[in-house]
C-alpha cells in the first residue's frame, strides 16, 4: 500500500490535550533547495503558525469503522494487502479504493488547540490509521488552510512525538515526501473523503454530524510550498453550483464520479446522479480530462 493511501482517509475516544509551543516562522519564504530538503519538523512549525499546536496524534484514540454485511459483523482473511476482500458486494459499506472491504480501519477526531491548551472550534484534525500506518489531516474551517502529514513506515502509531519532541524527524515523513504522494489530486474537492464506510462513524461530542467533517464550499488551500494546490475551475452550471469538481480516478470501489465530494447529500451512504445534468457532468469531465491527472 502506498503513502497516499495511508494518507486519504479518517473519532476520537478522548481528545489528548498538550502543552505545545507556537514556533514563529512568519516571513520564512524557503529557497527552492530548502523546499526540496525541508525536515518534517519544520513543516510541522508552518502549519503550528496557521492551525496551532498540533495535537499528541495516536490511533489508540481512533475508532474502528464496523464492517458489516447484511449488518452483520464480517471478517475476511489476512492476505498481503492486509485483511479484506476488493469485492465491494462482500460488505454493506465499501471504501473507495484499495480493498473495497477491509477490517481493522479505524477513524480519529482532534479538536484544535489554542497556545493555553484550550479547544479551538475553528480547527480539526482527522487521523487515519490503516495496515500499519497513521495519516493525519488539519483543517482550519475559516480560512480552508490545511496541512497533511504521515508517519513513516513501521514507527509506532499509538505514541509518536509532537513537535519539539525528540524524534520528531524520524517518526513523520518530509513534506517532499507526503506531497509526493499527490495527496492534492485526491483531496481535490475537499481535504476530506467522504465514502460509504467512512460516513457510518458520527462525532461523539456531536451525534448529528458526522466524525469526518462536511466542508461544502468552504475555503480550502494547502500549507507548504511542497504541495500543488487543489485544481479549481471557471465552469458555472448546475454541476458546480453545488460542487467542486472532483477528478479523481481511484475511486475504483464505489460509484464517487466526479461530482460526488463534497457532500451533503440527502442521504450520505445511498446516492445516485448518474441521470442529473448529464450535458453540464460532461463540461466537468472534459475538464478534468485536461488536467492529466
Not at 486519504?8 to 514556533?23: A, E, L, M, Q, T
Not at 479523481?248 to 463534497?262: C, G, I, K, R, S
Request: aromatic residues 10%; contains cysteine; hydrophobic residues 30%.
Amino acid at each position: 500500500m502506498n503513502n497516499i493511501q495511508k494518507i486519504i482517509i479518517f473519532s476520537f475516544v478522548g481528545i489528548v490535550f498538550g502543552s505545545c509551543n507556537k514556533h514563529d516562522i512568519t516571513g520564512y519564504v524557503p529557497a527552492v533547495n530548502d523546499i526540496n530538503n525541508r525536515t518534517a519538523l519544520e513543516y510541522a512549525y508552518e502549519c503550528e503558525n496557521e492551525l496551532g499546536p498540533l495535537p499528541r496524534f495516536s490511533c489508540s484514540d481512533a475508532i474502528e469503522v464496523p464492517t458489516t454485511k447484511n449488518g452483520v459483523p464480517v471478517s475476511f482473511p489476512q492476505g498481503e494487502e492486509g485483511s479484506g476482500s476488493t469485492n465491494p458486494n462482500d460488505c454493506d459499506h465499501p471504501w473507495a479504493f484499495g480493498m473495497a472491504c477491509q477490517t481493522g480501519n479505524k477513524i480519529g477526531r482532534y479538536a484544535g488547540l489554542n497556545l493555553d491548551g484550550s479547544e479551538n472550534s475553528d480547527v480539526v484534525f482527522i487521523t487515519f490509521c490503516r495496515d500499519g500506518g497513521l495519516g493525519v489531516i488539519g483543517y482550519k474551517y475559516s480560512t480552508g488552510q490545511t496541512c497533511f502529514f504521515s508517519i513513516k513506515d513501521g514507527y509506532n502509531t499509538n505514541n509518536p512525538p509532537k513537535p519539539g519532541e525528540n524524534g520528531y524527524n524520524n517518526a513523520w515523513m518530509s513534506p517532499r515526501v507526503v506531497a509526493d504522494d499527490k495527496c492534492m489530486n485526491c483531496h481535490m474537492a475537499s481535504p476530506f473523503l467522504h465514502t460509504p464506510a467512512v460516513n457510518q462513524l458520527y462525532n461523539p461530542n456531536n451525534t448529528s454530524e458526522l466524525l469526518v467533517p462536511m466542508t461544502g464550499n468552504n475555503p480550502y488551500s494547502i500549507i507548504g510550498a511542497e504541495f500543488q494546490q487543489p485544481h479549481t475551475t471557471g465552469i458555472q452550471n448546475s454541476c458546480t453550483s453545488c460542487h467542486r469538481p472532483q477528478c479523481t480516478q481511484h475511486f475504483e470501489n464505489y460509484p464517487l464520479d466526479e461530482l460526488v465530494m463534497p457532500p451533503p447529500f440527502q442521504n450520505a451512504t445511498d446516492f445516485d446522479h448518474s441521470t442529473i445534468s448529464n450535458a453540464d457532468r460532461q463540461a466537468i469531465r472534459d475538464w478534468c480530462n485536461t488536467l492529466n491527472l
